[in-house]
């Protein structure tokens, strides 16, 4: 495993970053996929308003003065990343990030093959680690939840030669002990979505995503970009949910509860008003 820790990381330069999951070619599918018409739509909104950048690296060309940089990302590794999405991204000339469920990539069939992983990242699609069976890493022990981690990131080196730096916490479940097996298993940086339900205690740099779904409606798109907060969360210093708009709990604590409905919601239910799929 490529355990060793990186020296301490800066934050990345984005003020904005949203999550999807899967983009489908017509409508009807699951909560968590957009339609391929709906997609192209709302990167035709962001690219009127932002300058679309890498999650990491520098941008293509120089940035627009006086422009948000917006980095555009995926979870899980699904098939119509490759077979739907690349298309749509590539006519927008948008930099992409795909976070891989690993142990999922070339054995199932829903998902991506490494090899339509390797001719993505050829044209320039990034990837990044989202463990190799989606779990809760919460519920797991520290060794399971470690080894869960750190595979995910040594099958992506693996298979393409360069290092992967970067981790999104499946259905953004946390914990300070789990943030310490990120950073041990070699990660620099990592990404969450609906940051309200648990605060990273600022031992990595990371990333708060807005999640957009099959249920996000253009207005709803808007509406949640404009909501929208500084992106980086590095210990206390960013203090806005993009999810809601609430000031946060302090890092590392879960924000108080008020009732059954402030559970993290399970897959294909409903948060701030939007039935969602979250993974």
């Known amino acids: 495993m490529h355990n060793t820790p990186h020296p301490r990381a800066s934050p990345p330069p984005v003020s904005r970053c949203v999550a999807y999951h899967r983009v489908a070619a017509a409508g009807g599918g699951e909560p968590i ?65 795909v976070f ?11 998902f991506l093959t490494w090899p339509q992983v390797r001719e993505m990242a050829a044209a320039g699609v990034r990837f990044g680690g989202h463990t190799q069976s989606h779990p809760h890493l919460t519920q797991l022990s520290r060794a399971a939840a470690l080894e869960e981690i750190g595979a995910s990131r040594k099958a992506i080196e693996d298979q393409l030669g360069t290092a992967a730096e970067w981790f999104s916490y499946p259905y953004s479940d946390l914990a300070p002990w789990v943030e310490e097996l990120v950073l041990a298993a070699g990660f620099r940086y990592a990404c969450l979505t609906h940051p309200g339900r648990a605060r990273p205690c600022g031992i990595l740099p990371t990333v708060a995503r807005v999640g957009i779904y099959g249920t996000t409606s253009d207005l709803m798109f808007q ?40 559970r993290a919601p399970a897959h294909g239910t409903s948060i ?6 979250e993974r």
Request: proline share 11%; net charge positive; with cysteine.
């Open 100 to 110: 891989l469920q690993t142990g999922a990539v070339g054995s199932d069939p829903r």
């Open 33 to 97: 996929a957009v339609t391929a018409a709906a997609f192209a739509r709302q990167l035709a909104h962001l690219r009127s308003r932002y300058d679309l950048v890498p999650l990491w690296g520098p941008p293509a060309s120089p940035r627009p003065a006086g422009r948000a940089g917006l980095a555009v990302t995926f979870d899980d590794g699904w098939a119509d990343n490759f077979h739907v999405a690349l298309p749509v991204l590539r006519e927008f000339s948008c930099p992409w990030t």
């Open 272 to 277: 701030h008003g939007e039935a969602v799929g």
């Open 223 to 262: 509406a949640k970009l404009n909501r929208a907060g500084n992106a980086v969360i590095e210990g206390a210093r960013v203090l806005l949910d993009l999810a809601g708009g609430r000031r946060p709990a302090r890092p590392g604590r879960l924000p108080p509860r008020r009732g059954p409905d402030s």
